[in-house]
Each structure stands twice: as structure tokens, then as C-alpha cells.
């Protein structure tokens, strides 16, 4: 597993006008390949009526599966541009369909180019970028002479509380980046002058907009 990555906020559209051609972007997150192909006929679906449904996704830790489709545009004007601006971007298991209504004007194929990377780039912009961070759970018990303090003192720290869960004793969940575990463990050792349990959950990803 990635210690972090970058990928789409979500799913989200838009569009822009060049010369009097309409392109309309489509992106969303896709961890198989089976999802963005199931994505991307969900918009051919939609826009049976256009003139072309180009598309392209990065799919993979180490970016394994790469696709992308002119959908009959000149090769390599359409589909590739768009699946650079993912790979630019950084971006990981994601999908993006661009669509277009022809509007009379060729662009050529350095217009084309221009055209649909524009369109993922503003995209993109648009829906915004989250960093995917992967995070212990750390459980912590203590005795509840030592809550004020630990309380006080997680929420100052560059750790995230998860959970405080109350019963005989108190049991604190938080988030701690992989690399920092032992010195979160450490540290809560130093808070409670050795007196708590700490046992590690799992892992996940939490997520980051920048």
C-alpha cells in the first residue's frame, strides 16, 4: 500500500466552448478497470448523440493499467492528451470521458490536442484534488486521571482523534501516519508515565483536499 497518493475529489463535470465545439468532461474515481469501462459506457450511454466519447484512465499503485481511446478522433489527439494530464497531475485510479458536439470548425490536430487537455485540466481544477494519506489506528487505554491531559494534548498534536470511548476505562482511537507509529507509542508512554495498553487497528486511507 502507498504511504500516499492524489486522486479526484469525486465524481464531477464540465464544460468548455472551443470554436463552437462543445467539450464536456467527465471524471470520477474508478479503482478497476472494470469500473471506469463501466463508467465510461454509463456516458456513451448519455450522449449516445455526440460526435465522439473520448476517454482515458490511470488505474493502479504503480499506475499498471493505462487506457485511452480517440473514439474516432485523429490518433493520438484525443484520448492521449487526456490520460497526460492525469499522469502530469499525478493522479491515481482515475476516470475521465470527454464529449463533444462538433460545431461546424475543424481545429486540427494540434487544436485537438489543446482541446481536450484543457478540457480534463479545467476538470480537474473544478472538482478539486484530495490526497489520500494511509493511517494506523492506534488504540490507546488509560485511567481517567489521565483524559484532561490527553485530551488536551492529542487535540495540540499533529495526530487526528478518532474516537474516545468510555467505559471501566477510557479508550482512545486516533490516526497516526505509518511512519510515526512508535513515536505516537512513545510519546502516549511519556503522557501516561507508562501506564496504558496501546494495541494497533487497522489501516486506512484518509483523505486531504489541497
Known amino acids: ?41 454509463t456516458i456513451k450511454k448519455k450522449h449516445w448523440d455526440a460526435t465522439h466519447n473520448c476517454s482515458a484512465y490511470l488505474i493502479g499503485e504503480h499506475d499498471q493499467i493505462q487506457k485511452a481511446n480517440d473514439d474516432g478522433e485523429p490518433s493520438g489527439t484525443a484520448g492521449v492528451p487526456m490520460l497526460e494530464v492525469l499522469k502530469k497531475k499525478q493522479l491515481k485510479d482515475t476516470v475521465v470521458v470527454v464529449t463533444r458536439y462538433f460545431g ?7 487544436g485537438l490536442i489543446r482541446a481536450y487537455g484543457k478540457a480534463v485540466s479545467e476538470a480537474i481544477d473544478h472538482v478539486g484534488i484530495v490526497e489520500r494519506k494511509l493511517m494506523q489506528i492506534i ?69 486531504e483536499k489541497i
Open 104 to 110: 461546424g470548425i475543424k481545429l486540427g490536430a494540434g
Open 139 to 207: 488504540r490507546t487505554t488509560f485511567d481517567y486521571s489521565f483524559l484532561g491531559k490527553i485530551e488536551n494534548e492529542l487535540r495540540s498534536s499533529v495526530y487526528k482523534l478518532k474516537d474516545i470511548y468510555y467505559s471501566d476505562h477510557v479508550e482512545v482511537e486516533t490516526y497516526v501516519e505509518e511512519g510515526q507509529v512508535q513515536n505516537f507509542k512513545d510519546w502516549m508512554t511519556d503522557l501516561t508515565n507508562g501506564k496504558c495498553v496501546i494495541q494497533e487497528g487497522d489501516l486506512v486511507y484518509l483523505e
Open 1 to 41: 500500500m502507498l504511504s500516499s497518493y492524489y486522486t479526484v475529489a469525486g465524481f464531477g463535470e464540465h464544460e468548455i466552448v472551443i470554436q463552437k465545439s462543445r467539450f464536456i468532461c467527465y471524471i470520477n474515481r474508478a479503482k478497476t478497470e472494470k469500473e471506469a469501462q463501466e463508467f465510461i459506457n
